[in-house]
């Protein structure tokens, strides 16, 4: 009995694509960190206004999305590691402790770091910063 070869076609409405080009199909850092830093500015202005539910949401959410850059460009995995397990944490425990004194600091101290990253990877052109307003699609007292 002969074993059939393993089919890398996929099917999709109109045609097929080969699975070697499912790799060019899937987000890269650059769509991925927009998603991020949306979630990081929640974060911020949840903290602000002492609601650690929203704040700790939108920083859980956004660690999800720099697990999923991990997996997809393995070159930065030891760096959102690094960066997840230090800096986000400092964030993640003023939030859980209510600390919101604390939550400024190593808020700002994440957000340089993460700069600090861009340049390491040659993109020190890319410095994200807090926006001077409020997310306007939430209500961040909302559950308060």
């Known amino acids: 009995m002969s074993i059939p070869e393993h089919d890398h076609e996929i099917k ?3 045609g097929s694509i080969e699975l070697s080009d499912l ?4 987000p890269g850092m650059a ?3 927009p998603l ?3 979630r990081i500015w929640k974060c911020y202005y949840a903290g602000k206004a002492r609601n650690r539910a929203l704040a700790r949401f939108q920083l859980s959410e956004a660690v999800n999305l720099m697990e999923k850059g991990a997996i997809l460009r393995p070159k930065y995995a030891e760096d959102i590691e ?3 397990s230090q800096e986000v944490a400092a964030v993640r425990s003023c939030i859980e402790s209510e600390d919101w004194e604390g ?3 190593a ?3 994440m957000v340089e770091n993460a700069n600090g990253y861009h340049e390491k990877y040659d993109k020190g052109f890319l410095r994200w910063k807090v926006p001077d307003e409020p997310p306007p699609d939430l209500d ?5």
């Open 107 to 109: 808020f700002a101290a």
């Open 23 to 26: 790799g060019h199909l899937l």
């Open 103 to 105: 939550f400024e600091r």
């Open 36 to 38: 991020v830093g949306a």
């Open 82 to 84: 690094k960066f997840v």
């Open 140 to 144: 961040m007292t909302a559950g308060l």
């Open 31 to 33: 769509e991925i960190m």
């Open 12 to 14: 999709i409405k109109g």
